[in-house]
């Protein structure tokens, strides 16, 4: 009931922002409006329930209805900035702690740290339906091209295949095109052109 209530049906159907906090407010003021109309009729003494006598009580307490859609679109951009803020806090100590101590695939234990990380970042994203958010979009695409990361996700995830799979979509409709598999095809160049740069740099060494 109190997610019907709060309208947490409609992050179903799209992503978290500007839009969809505006439709959460008009639906859960217009519920809590009404059941506030409602209350303060049935407690007036000698009150009698009829049509006439709820379409006149909506029109007298319509400043009641500003008050609470003010309230509720407060309350639901507050959340959002706050789930906002959290995510990108994760994503930039993510990306500190390995500029601090890179992966450069000499330590095991490090690599499988920073894929479960990544995956968690990832699982983060979609419960808070900001996955399909531009400015996240690109970054999970980039994480879900990394091998690791989508075998973390798999594993650690409540049906992990499906989501990965369904997560991929999403991303891609909102790059365009198969961002994912356009950004692991860059990623294997840079591997190989880096392998063979470090290559010839050791046969040219004197």
């Known amino acids: 009931m ?30 809590l409006f009404l059941a506030a109309v409602a209350v303060n009729e049935a407690i007036l003494p000698g009150g009698v329930f009829s049509l006439d006598a709820a379409r006149a009580a909506v029109h007298e307490r319509m400043d009641w209805y500003g008050a609470i859609l003010a309230g509720t679109y407060l309350a639901f951009h507050s959340r959002f900035s706050s789930q906002w803020t959290y995510l990108a806090g994760v994503y930039n100590q993510l990306m500190a702690t390995m500029a601090q101590s890179p992966d450069d695939g000499t330590t095991p234990k490090r690599s ?10 990832i699982e983060d994203a979609e419960d808070l339906h900001l996955a399909g958010k531009a400015s996240f979009a690109g970054v999970i695409a980039s994480l879900l091209a990394e091998d690791a990361v989508r075998d973390a996700y798999r594993v650690a995830t409540r049906e992990g295949e499906q989501r990965v799979l369904r997560l991929e979509e999403r991303v891609n409709s909102v790059l365009g095109g198969n961002a994912v598999a356009n950004i692991r095809a860059y990623k294997a160049a840079n591997r190989t052109q880096g392998t063979e740069n470090a290559k010839q740099s050791t046969t040219s060494t004197p």
């Open 112 to 121: 499988e740290t920073y894929a479960l990380w990544k995956a968690a970042f």
């Open 2 to 31: 109190w997610s019907i209530l709060d309208g947490e049906w409609i992050l179903n159907r799209r992503e978290n922002g500007g839009a969809t906090i505006a439709l959460r407010s008009l639906w859960t003021g217009t519920l």
